[in-house]
């Protein structure tokens, strides 16, 4: 059975920063492209960053670009989102998910499987 579980989350102020961490089992993260995602209250989920498995280019979304950083541990299994310099509009339920296809690493509806979310709030 796959399983993506997150974790990392917490509450934290204006310019400090976390580490969220994909732990996959079921499956090996370097043959799926593993993307992180969030959504905020009142919001549709959105994409967050990526890291394809065609070569490990990565792609984030233009607001967290510069701040946020993918990686992966193909030892370890799992897949982690160094998030600096963070900021109030940065709190939102992030989830890892994991996607078998080349395509359009944003588009949501192509990734197959996904975890149950970990809570980041940014207090002003």
């Known amino acids: 059975q796959v399983q993506l579980v997150e974790s990392g989350g917490g509450l934290v102020q204006a310019g400090d920063s976390l580490r969220l961490s994909c732990a996959a089992s079921g499956l090996t993260i370097w043959r799926y492209t593993m993307g992180w995602f969030r959504q905020a209250p009142g919001k549709e989920r959105e994409f967050v960053a990526a890291i394809v498995w065609t070569g490990g280019n990565t792609d984030y979304a233009h607001s967290v670009k510069g701040r946020f950083t993918i990686s992966r541990d193909n030892a370890k299994n799992t897949v982690s989102l160094q998030m600096n310099s963070l900021k109030p509009e940065d709190t939102a339920v992030y989830y890892c998910?994991?996607?078998?296809?080349?395509?359009?690493?944003?588009?949501?509806?192509?990734?197959?499987?996904w975890g149950q979310g970990t809570q980041v709030t940014v207090s002003s």
């Open positions: 998910a994991a996607d078998p296809n080349p395509g359009s690493v944003s588009w949501a509806a192509r990734y197959d499987y």
